[in-house]
Structure formats: structure tokens, C-alpha cells
């Protein structure tokens, strides 16, 4: 075990990023609803929401291009950060599975859901991310610590759902069923960086795939009538759409180095804090959720907290066996 290996898998490391990209994550559904306003896109019209989502991730990619160029700098000699020719697969498909499918799926599920619902749905990726990891990547064993870990967490996103936050149950398909496509969409592409990034550096991987995935939805979306209307776009909307690219390049870089020095069950059940961030921030920014800070939130909070606590400390236990 190498330095950053040891460095990046300490207990203490892994819950600090991990919250930190759960933040963000956490601020996106509330910053993806008022960027619909800011930029004039509505419910109805799918593709314009596409052509939006395109634009955030190939701000992302250039972001984490940029930013992982500056870092190598005495590495690659001042030289733009690629990824080697044999990474190419690589890129096209997690882009076409972490961006592509995963946010066609996200962006239009949240213009047809509330910013609370999204959250409480968006919390089963870690359930899939674990079960992906051991069913079809073969990554990990689902031990029974895990297991009640996750059952755990899940709880305290159950709790917020159903304890008196006069939360609408009714589902359709374009709303909550492609929240779901979408987190079963983001658990493969977890399995997808783990698998990846023991090969290519998780920066360049992160940068191109998103930028990629950028290009693909912004094309995919003007192709078919999308269009944003960006003349009447106030600072302020163009101040949130930086923001969301900074979120992606960020999280999800941060995300995959995790991944890369972790296991996936690990890194992945820190994820039940995203529909708890997700559902404070809309609660404060969207109005959403009046009850956000009585005892069903801190006590869901309590219960996602307990969850990570469960799984981490199987994972310490393992390698102190080791």
C-alpha cells in the first residue's frame, strides 16, 4: 500500500470528502430547478432541459481538464492533461453511462418531480451501487454488516419521506420513474470508475468523460428541438450554471479518487447523505419541506449517519485482519 493509498483510505479522509461531494450533490436538485427558471426552460420541454444538461458538463469537463493540468504541471511539463490512447473506450463508455444516460434520465425526472422527492428516490443508489459492485463487478463480498448498514441509512431516507412532511406519493414515469433510472444509471457508473480508474488516472477520466458526455447531450438535445435562450440570461443565472459545473468536476472527481483507493461499499453507503442534504437545501432554496428541521429530519440524519458508521466499521475491521 502505497502513500495516497494510505493517505485517501483513512477513515477520517473518506468521510471528509465523502460529505464534502454529498454537499454538493446535495445542492444540485434545488440549483437545476431555479436554473430552469433563471434560463426560462419549462417543465414540458425535455429537450431544452437536455441541451442545459450538456451545457453544465462540458463546462465540467473544461473544468477538470483545466484544473487537473495545473496540478500535473510538473508531471506532463506544462502540457494539457490527456488520457492515453487506450482509454478512449473507457471515457465514451462511462460518459455514456455516468453522464448521458444517468442526467437525460435526472434532468428530465426533476422537471416533472419535487427537489424533496428526487432526494428520498435519489438515496437508492447506494443500495444499487453496493449490489452492482458484488452481483455483477465481483468487486467485494455482501457481508451481513453491510447489508444492515445500508438497511439503516435507507431507513433514515424512509423516515424523511413518510413522517409527516405532506410529501405527494403519487408517481409517474417521466418524474419519479426516471429518478430511479437515473440512480440505477449512477450505480453502474460507480462500478465503471472503480474499474477504470486501476488503469487511467480518475482526473482525466472524470475531465474527458464529462466532456464528452457534455457534447453528446447538447447534441442530442438541439438535434430534436431543444434550444436555451441565453440573450435574457441574468449574471446571476450564469453565476448558478458555473456553479453546477464546479459541482460535477469537484464531486465526481473527488468521487473517483475515493473509489479508486476504496472499496466500492465503502465510499458508496456515504451516499445516504445525499438525499438529506438534497432535502434540507430544497427545503431552505425551493420552499419545499416546512418540516425540514423537526424531528423527522435530524432523526433521518441520525439514522444515515448510524448506516455509515455500520459499513466503516466493517470495512476497518477487515483491513486491521489483513
Known amino acids: 500500500m502505497n502513500n495516497a493509498e494510505k493517505r485517501m483510505s483513512r477513515t477520517g479522509v473518506v468521510f471528509g470528502c465523502a460529505l464534502i461531494c454529498c454537499f454538493l450533490w446535495g445542492s444540485a436538485a434545488p440549483s437545476i430547478k431555479i436554473g430552469y427558471r ?3 426552460i419549462e417543465a414540458a420541454d425535455s429537450m431544452a432541459q437536455i441541451v442545459f444538461a450538456g451545457m453544465r458538463f462540458m463546462l465540467a469537463g473544461l473544468m477538470v481538464i483545466l484544473a487537473g493540468s495545473l496540478l ?26 455516468q453522464t448521458v444516460a444517468q442526467y437525460i434520465f435526472y434532468y428530465i425526472g426533476l422537471a416533472h418531480t419535487t427537489g424533496v422527492k428526487a432526494a428520498i428516490i435519489g438515496g437508492s443508489n447506494v443500495f444499487f451501487s453496493i449490489f452492482i459492485a458484488v452481483a455483477i463487478f465481483h468487486m467485494e463480498r455482501l457481508t451481513l454488516r453491510k447489508l444492515l448498514g445500508c438497511v439503516v441509512g435507507f431507513a433514515g431516507v424512509v423516515v424523511i419521506n413518510t413522517a409527516g412532511n405532506g410529501i405527494d406519493m403519487n408517481v409517474s414515469l417521466l418524474g419519479e420513474g426516471f429518478i430511479l433510472f437515473s440512480s440505477l444509471s449512477y450505480a453502474l457508473s460507480s462500478g465503471l470508475i472503480k474499474k477504470y480508474s486501476a488503469k487511467e488516472d480518475p482526473v482525466a477520466l472524470s475531465g474527458y468523460q464529462f466532456l464528452c458526455g457534455g457534447i453528446v447531450l447538447t447534441a442530442v438535445g438541439f438535434i430534436f428541438g431543444g434550444r436555451v435562450n441565453l440573450a435574457g440570461v441574468s449574471a446571476g443565472g450564469w453565476a448558478l450554471l458555473f456553479y453546477m459545473g464546479f459541482i460535477s468536476a469537484a464531486a465526481y472527481t473527488l468521487w473517483g479518487i475515493l473509489l479508486k483507493y476504496n472499496p466500492v461499499g465503502r465510499v458508496a453507503v456515504f451516499g445516504f447523505m445525499n438525499p438529506v442534504f438534497s432535502f434540507l437545501l430544497s427545503a431552505l432554496l425551493l420552499g419545499e419541506g416546512s418540516q425540514a428541521f423537526g424531528w423527522p429530519g435530524l432523526s433521518a440524519l441520525a439514522l444515515v449517519c448510524a448506516g455509515i458508521l455500520i459499513v466503516n466499521l466493517a470495512e476497518e475491521e477487515k483491513d486491521q485482519r489483513q
Do not use: Q, W, Y
Open 72 to 97: 500535473d504541471r510538473k508531471e506532463n511539463g506544462g502540457k494539457l492533461l490527456k488520457p492515453r490512447k487506450s482509454s478512449l473506450p473507457m471515457i465514451l463508455k462511462l460518459a455514456m453511462v
Open 38 to 40: 433563471l434560463f426560462g
